[in-house]
C-alpha cells in the first residue's frame, strides 16, 4: 500500500534533545484561517518568534511571544517548533515514522494533541480534505507495515466527556468502564475494536461514513461538546489457531482545549466543564512531568484520561506530544506553551526558570497585547497571573523541590478562582431561593476555598502518609468497582482496622458535636481558616431545629438547579437540603407537598418529617465526607488518620466519592452504621 506522507527520505527524523525523557514536546504553529488571514491586512508581523539551533545541535527551540527582538532567555523551550508553513506531513516524517516501527515491536505510541481552544488540535491530527491529518497518514503507513509482516489492524475511538468514557463506534455511544485486573493491566470494558483493512475503511469509520473534509467536519459536528477524544489503533498478530495476540498500539488523543474562562464567560455550566477539563489538562500535564523527571511514582490516579493512557505512557513506551499554538494574539496559549515546556524539564530547571519566565511572560503578554489593542482585558489577566505566580513559588516552593505535582497549584488556583467567579453566579440564583434551608447548607466561598487549599496540600504530603492497604499508582487497582467481577479483578478492600468504629463512638462523638455546643466556645477556626467541623454541625443542628419547629408553610422549596454536578460541589444537591417527598405523598394527588402535612395525623406529619430529617443528616455527613479536609475529617470519631488519608486518596480519583450510604462500605463503614448515628443525632435534637 502507497504511503500518503511526503517521500521522507531526505528528511532526518527528529530526535529527543534529552534521551532520559520519556515525553518529546514539540510545538506546532496553526496557520492561519482564511478569515484571520482577511482580518490581517497585510499585517504579517508575527505574533510568535521561534529560535531555532544550529542544525545537528542538541539544543532545544526556544519560543517567545511579542516582539521578535525578545531575548532568548524570556523563551519557552521545547523540543522542537513546527512553523505555519510546515504541515502534518512534514511531522510524521520526522516524529513519528520511526515510532511506527516501534509499534511492531511491541511497543505503545501515543500522540498527544494539547493546546489552547482553537489551536488546531483536531486539525493535526483530522487533517481537511486536502491534506490527511497524522492519524490517516500513520494508518496508511500501520496498514502497510501490517500487510508486509502478515499483522492485523484493528481501531477504537473514545470520547471521555466529564470523566465518562463513551464509544465513538458504537452508534449508542455506550459507556466504557475502565478497569484494571489483577496484574495491573488496564481494560476498556465495553469499547469496540473494529477490523481495518484499507485508509478508506479507516476513514469511515474513523470520520463517520466517508473520507471527505465534509464528513469530518460532520463528525465535529455531530459531538460539539468539549472532550477528549481517542482513537486506538491495535496491531495484533494471529496464531495457526487463530487466536489473536496485541502487539503493540498507537494512541491519538486530541485533547479538550485549555481555555481560562474567568471573566470570559458568565455562564455556569461553562466555567465549570472549562474547570473540569483544565482539571484533567493538568492531571495530564503531571504524568508528563513526573515521567520526563524520572519520578518513582507517577499520577496516573489524577484523571480518567490518565489511567486510561496508564499502559502507554510509562516503560519503554513512547509518547509525543503536540503543543498546538494559536499564530495570532492569544492569552491561553502563552500559557499552554508555558506549562509545556515546564513538563519537560528538569525538577531544578523547572523551579528556577519559571519564576523567571513568570516575569518575563507578563513583560511580553504586555507588548504583544499593546501592538493587538487588547489593553483592556489584559492588565486584568495580567494581575491574575502574577498573583498566581506569586502564591505559586511563595507558598509551594518546597512542593515544587520535590518534583511532585507540577501543575497541582495551577489547578487550584484556577478552581479557587473559578469557583469564586461560579459562587458569584451561583448567589445570583441561589438568591432566587430565599430558603433558610439553603442558605444555610450552601457553603461559604471561605470555606470551599480553604478546603481546596487544604486538600492540594494534602496531596502534596501524600508519599510521607502510608497506608500500606490502599492502592497506590503502581499497585494494580480496579478503578470502576461497580462493574468489577470479583473472580477477574481484585476488589478494593481496605483493611483498615475497626477499633474505633464502633457506631457507639461515632454517634457519641457526633452528638456531642451537635448536642449543646459548649465545646464549641473553647474551639478556634481551624488553621485553614474553615470553621471546626463542630461548628459546622452546630449550624446544621440549629438550621435542623428551626426546620422541624416552623409550621411546614413558612419553609420555601428552594429553586432546583438543574446544573450536572461539579469539581468544585457548589452545585451539588447536596449542598442544600431538599426535603424529599417520601413514596406514600408521590402517590398522592395533592401536588404540594407541605399540604399532606396539613391532612395528615400528628404522627404521620413527626414520621413524615423525621424521615427527612434523617435523610438530610445523612446527605449532609455523606457532602461532608466528600469536602471535608483532613483535619476535619480526622475529628470524626471513627474516622481516624488511616481513614481521612484513604477518603482523600478516592476524592483524588472521584471528586464525589460518597453519593450514597453504599458507598461508605469503601471505608470500611455500613449503611446501618451511619443510619444507626444519624438516628441517634436526630434524638439527641430533642432530648
Ligand atoms: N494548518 C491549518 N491550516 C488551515 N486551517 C487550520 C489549520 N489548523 C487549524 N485550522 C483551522 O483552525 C480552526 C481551529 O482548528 P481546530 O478545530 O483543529 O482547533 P482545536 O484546537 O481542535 O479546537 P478545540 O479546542 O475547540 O477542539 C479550524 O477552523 C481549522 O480548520
Given at each position: 500500500m502507497a504511503s500518503l506522507a511526503p517521500d521522507p527520505d531526505h528528511i532526518k527524523p527528529n530526535t529527543c534533545?534529552?534521551?532520559?525523557?520519556?515525553v518529546r514536546v514539540v510545538a506546532k504553529i496553526r496557520a492561519f484561517t482564511d478569515r484571520e488571514s482577511e482580518s490581517l491586512?497585510?499585517?504579517?508581523?508575527?505574533w510568535i518568534s521561534v529560535h531555532k539551533p544550529k542544525e545537528d545541535s542538541s539544543d532545544r527551540v526556544s519560543i517567545s511571544f511579542g516582539d521578535q527582538s525578545t531575548s532568548r532567555k524570556d523563551a519557552y523551550e521545547v523540543d522542537y517548533c513546527y512553523e505555519q508553513n510546515e504541515d502534518s506531513g512534514l511531522i510524521f516524517s520526522r516524529e513519528m515514522k520511526p515510532l511506527i516501527s516501534r509499534v511492531f515491536d511491541g511497543r505503545n505510541v501515543s500522540i498527544i494533541a494539547y493546546g489552547a481552544r482553537g489551536s488546531g488540535k483536531t486539525y493535526i491530527i483530522n487533517g481537511s480534505e486536502e491534506k490527511p491529518g497524522l492519524a490517516e497518514l500513520a494508518m496508511a503507513e500501520i496498514l502497510s507495515m501490517a500487510e508486509e509482516l502478515g499483522k492485523l489492524v484493528s481501531i477504537s475511538f473514545y470520547e471521555v466527556f466529564q470523566d465518562h468514557v463513551h464509544d465513538l463506534l458504537d452508534p449508542k455511544r455506550r459507556e466504557v468502564q475502565v478497569l484494571e485486573d489483577a496484574q495491573g493491566k488496564i481494560k476498556l470494558k465495553g469499547l469496540s475494536q473494529v477490523s481495518v483493512k484499507s485508509t478508506s475503511e479507516f476513514c469511515k469509520l474513523y470520520f463517520g461514513g466517508g473520507s471527505s473534509h465534509k464528513s469530518k467536519q460532520k463528525m465535529a459536528l455531530e459531538l460539539p461538546r468539549r472532550s477528549h477524544k481517542g482513537l486506538i489503533i491495535h496491531i495484533s498478530s494471529c496464531d495457526e489457531n487463530s487466536n489473536t495476540k496485541l502487539v503493540g498500539k498507537m494512541n491519538f488523543v486530541d485533547l479538550a482545549g485549555y481555555e481560562d474562562a474567568r471573566g470570559k464567560s458568565s455562564d455556569v455550566l461553562n466555567l465549570v466543564e472549562s474547570t473540569r477539563i483544565n482539571k484533567s489538562l493538568y492531571a495530564l500535564l503531571n504524568v508528563v512531568y513526573a515521567l520526563n523527571a524520572n519520578e518513582?511514582?507517577?499520577?496516573?490516579?489524577?484523571?480518567k484520561l490518565t489511567r486510561m493512557l496508564q499502559d502507554s505512557l510509562g516503560g519503554t513506551n513512547h509518547v509525543l506530544m503536540i503543543t498546538c499554538l494559536s499564530p495570532s494574539f492569544c492569552q491561553d496559549t502563552v500559557y499552554t506553551l508555558s506549562l509545556a515546556s515546564r513538563s519537560c524539564q528538569g525538577i531544578n530547571r523547572v523551579f528556577r526558570d519559571s519564576t523567571k519566565q513568570s516575569k518575563s511572560s507578563s513583560k511580553l503578554i504586555m507588548l504583544s497585547s499593546l501592538k493587538n489593542g487588547n489593553f483592556g482585558t489584559l492588565s486584568a489577566t495580567l494581575k491574575k497571573q502574577t498573583s498566581s505566580r506569586v502564591h505559586f513559588y511563595g507558598k509551594k516552593a518546597s512542593c515544587m523541590v520535590n518534583g511532585r505535582k507540577l501543575f497541582n497549584e495551577g489547578n487550584h488556583l484556577i478552581n479557587s478562582k473559578q469557583t469564586e467567579s461560579i459562587s458569584d453566579t451561583a448567589s445570583a440564583a441561589l438568591?432566587?431561593?430565599?430558603s433558610d434551608i439553603a442558605s444555610a447548607m450552601v457553603p461559604s466561598l471561605e470555606e470551599e476555598e480553604s478546603i481546596s487549599e487544604v486538600s492540594s496540600v494534602t496531596v502534596f504530603k501524600e508519599e510521607e502518609t502510608s497506608l500500606p492497604s490502599a492502592p497506590r499508582d503502581t499497585e494494580p487497582t480496579p478503578i470502576e468497582k461497580q462493574e468489577t467481577s470479583p473472580a477477574a479483578f481484585n476488589m478494593l478492600e481496605p483493611s483498615i482496622p475497626d477499633k474505633d468504629v464502633s457506631p457507639h463512638s461515632e454517634i457519641s462523638d457526633l452528638a456531642v458535636s451537635l448536642g449543646d455546643g459548649k465545646e464549641n466556645q473553647n474551639v478556634v477556626m481551624n488553621e485553614n481558616g474553615s470553621p471546626p467541623l463542630s461548628a459546622r454541625l452546630q449550624e446544621i443542628s440549629n438550621n435542623l431545629k428551626s426546620l422541624y419547629s416552623s409550621t411546614p408553610l413558612h419553609v420555601k422549596m428552594p429553586q432546583k438547579i438543574d446544573t450536572p454536578p461539579s469539581s468544585t460541589q457548589l452545585?451539588?444537591?447536596?449542598?442544600?437540603?431538599?426535603p424529599k417527598t417520601p413514596v406514600f405523598e408521590q402517590n398522592s394527588?395533592?401536588?404540594?407537598?407541605?399540604e399532606i402535612a396539613k391532612i395528615n395525623s400528628p404522627w404521620e406529619t413527626f414520621n413524615t418529617r423525621s424521615s427527612r430529617m434523617k435523610h438530610s443528616l445523612v446527605q449532609e455527613y455523606l457532602r461532608f465526607l466528600n469536602t471535608a479536609s483532613k483535619e476535619e475529617l480526622k475529628e470524626l470519631k471513627g474516622i481516624g488518620e488511616k481513614r481521612a488519608t484513604y477518603i482523600l486518596e478516592l476524592r483524588e480519583e472521584s471528586p464525589e466519592p460518597f453519593k450514597n450510604l453504599d458507598d461508605l462500605k469503601d471505608i470500611g463503614l455500613s449503611a446501618k452504621q451511619v443510619k444507626g448515628m444519624m438516628k441517634k443525632v436526630a434524638g439527641e435534637l430533642f432530648s
Open positions: 534533545s534529552n534521551p532520559c525523557r520519556k491586512n497585510g499585517d504579517s508581523t508575527p518513582s511514582r507517577i499520577p496516573y490516579r489524577e484523571s438568591s432566587k431561593c430565599s452545585f451539588s444537591t447536596n449542598d442544600y437540603v431538599e394527588r395533592i401536588n404540594d407537598k407541605w
